[in-house]
Structure formats: structure tokens, C-alpha cells
């Protein structure tokens, strides 16, 4: 797989990351331990160098498995996990911590779990209102001077946010959500990120599966499944966005791919400093997903999906208020 390079510091990653979440929670049951160490270490062997955890995913469990599960390759692959709430057990209901105090609590326990000498690189989950972001950047910047991280960087923040963040130390790499179903990104960060030389790695680059073309109005989810409280994912929008995957789906049959590799080669052909980072816990759809690298998408070919997706008006909000909340502006 090609390489991509975050940040204005060379931190070199395959051009399609691992989001490792979804193995520990959010979409209903998660598989056996043994079956997730076989696919995070089957994407390794497929090329993959990029994986993405948190403290907060399955309160410990999910950085704990990416763990022993990329052991084996240390120095050969980058791991990024977060910080930024209070309790991880409790998860984001428990609310915001980005003092400097809890920084270095989950950075020294993010290091157990982890099984390495330092994080590659660092986020910040969410942008703490109560402490000033040069704060949270120097407490970052002072854990890179003593060998515990070598990159920093910010998860669903805003330009003013960014750039004030970057003053104190270079952000290598801006988490966000970004999609064809979620554009937002587009009007104002990514000029930024450009700018400033800043990566962008969009989660959930599929669309929590909506893009795959395999959702419906018709799907259940499971009762656990946190697609049940996303607005997006109520049966009446599920169908008016179907229209998305048409989209997709008409491309994907001309180029002999599928509707998700379509999305992600979408993705990729927007910035050469974008690096989604799809999950799944199967590995028929890790193949899917890094095939997407190989699909090239013509310049006639993305003018007809700009065409086409900007005469939809995509329904129902992204997440529930709460979650909202939480999101910098």
C-alpha cells in the first residue's frame, strides 16, 4: 500500500489507517478477542501501518487489545490513541479533563496498555472549554521533551482552535468526521489543515456503514448498536439518503468495485493528506476497504459524484444533542 505523510514532521502511514473502536463497542456485540487480534494483525500483513484507538473506547478494553495485538510489529507500524475525558469507565457522559494532571494520567496508563516506549501520536478527543487549548498543547509539547510522545494531535476541533494549538506546538493531524455524507469539513478546515500543514484523518469515512450500500430502512440493529440514537439512522432518513449510495453504486458497477471503495477512493483523491480510517471486524471487509487504494477515480469520474452528491440534501443530524454539545466550533 502507498504511504501519506501527517504533519509538517514526516509521520509516514499507509494511505488507508485501522479505526479499532468498533471492536470494543458501539455497534452492538463485539467479536471475540481472537478474532479482532486476527484481523488487526491481518492488516498489517495487507499493508496497513496506521491504527486508531482511544482511552475511552470500551473504557481501557480497546487500547488494550491493539496492544497485544500489534506487539509483534512494534517499529513497524504507528498507533494513535486520545485523552480528553474524565472517566474512561463512565466514557463521555462523565464529561471533559484536559488539565495537565489528567493528560499525564492516561498518557502513563495508554503506555501499559499499549505496549510501547512512547505514543506516535497523541490527540486531544475533544476540545475542553475549561482549559485553555495552549495549555493542553504545552502539556503535550512538555510529554514529547520526555520521550512519552512523539506526535500531537486534535479531534473535532475548530479553526480558531487549530491554529491556536499550533502557535504552541505543530498539530501533525485533525480527527474529524468526513464523508460524502458529511462535508462540513470542506468550507473552512481543510483549507486550514492545508495551510498549516496539518494531516486529516476522518473517521467513520464510511458513514457508520451507511455507505457500504448493505444499510437500509429495513436494517435492525442491534439494541446495543449506538446507530439506534443517531438522528441519521432513523428509518424515514435512512431512505431519503439512499440516494448517496445510488450515487455511489452506479460508479462502483463501472469500475468494478463496490459502493464503500468507491466512498473511501473518494476520499483519497481529495487531499494526498487525508488518511481514513475505516473499521470493521471482518476480514473479507479489511480486504474490501484497502482495495479502495487501488481504485483510481478519474477527474471525469469525481466531477460526476460532486455533481450528483451536491444535488442531495442529506437527512437527519449527524449525532444525538448531547454528543453535539461536545463538538468545537
Not at 492516561?106 to 475533544?126: C, G, N, P
Not at 444499510?215 to 424515514?236: G, L, V
Request: one cysteine or more.
Amino acid at each position: 500500500m502507498q504511504t501519506r505523510k501527517l504533519g509538517k514532521n514526516g509521520l509516514d502511514v499507509s494511505a488507508l489507517g485501522f479505526g479499532a473502536m468498533g471492536m470494543s463497542q458501539s455497534y452492538g456485540p463485539a467479536g471475540t478477542r481472537e478474532e479482532s487480534i486476527a484481523v488487526l494483525r491481518g492488516a498489517v500483513e495487507r499493508g496497513v501501518t496506521f491504527f486508531d484507538t482511544a482511552e475511552v473506547y470500551g473504557g481501557g478494553r480497546n487500547e488494550d487489545l491493539v496492544g497485544e495485538a500489534l506487539a509483534p510489529f512494534k517499529g513497524r507500524v504507528v498507533i494513535a490513541t486520545k485523552f480528553g475525558f474524565k472517566d474512561p469507565v463512565i466514557g463521555p457522559s462523565a464529561g471533559l479533563d484536559s488539565s495537565a494532571k489528567r493528560i499525564r494520567v492516561v498518557v502513563e496508563t495508554s503506555l501499559k496498555r499499549l505496549r510501547v516506549d512512547a505514543i506516535d501520536l497523541l490527540y486531544q478527543h475533544r476540545v475542553d472549554p475549561a482549559v485553555p487549548i495552549e495549555e493542553v498543547a504545552g502539556t503535550v509539547k512538555d510529554l514529547i521533551g520526555e520521550g512519552k510522545v512523539k506526535h500531537f494531535g486534535l479531534s473535532e476541533a475548530g479553526v480558531k482552535t487549530i491554529r491556536r494549538a499550533n502557535a504552541v506546538l505543530p498539530v501533525t493531524a485533525l480527527q474529524s468526521e468526513y464523508s460524502l455524507w458529511w462535508r462540513e469539513p470542506e468550507s473552512e478546515i481543510l483549507p486550514t489543515c492545508e495551510e498549516l500543514g496539518v494531516g486529516f484523518v476522518p473517521f467513520s469515512p464510511l458513514g457508520k456503514g451507511f455507505l457500504t450500500g448493505k444499510i437500509d430502512e429495513t436494517t435492525k440493529f442491534d439494541s446495543t448498536d449506538f446507530r439506534n440514537a443517531i438522528p441519521r439512522f432513523k428509518p424515514e432518513n435512512r431512505k431519503a439518503n439512499q440516494a448517496v449510495i445510488d450515487v455511489l453504486a452506479r460508479i462502483a458497477t463501472r469500475k468494478k468495485a463496490t459502493p464503500a471503495q468507491i466512498a473511501l477512493a473518494w476520499l483519497l483523491a481529495q487531499k494526498p493528506w487525508i488518511v481514513p480510517i475505516p473499521g470493521t471486524r471482518k476480514i473479507e471487509r479489511l480486504e474490501e476497504n484497502i482495495g479502495a487504494a487501488s481504485v483510481d477515480l478519474t477527474s471525469s469520474d469525481l466531477r460526476e459524484i460532486e455533481n450528483a452528491a451536491s444535488a442531495i440534501k442529506v437527512q437527519g443530524e449527524r449525532y444525538p444533542e448531547s454528543a453535539q454539545k461536545m463538538i468545537d466550533r
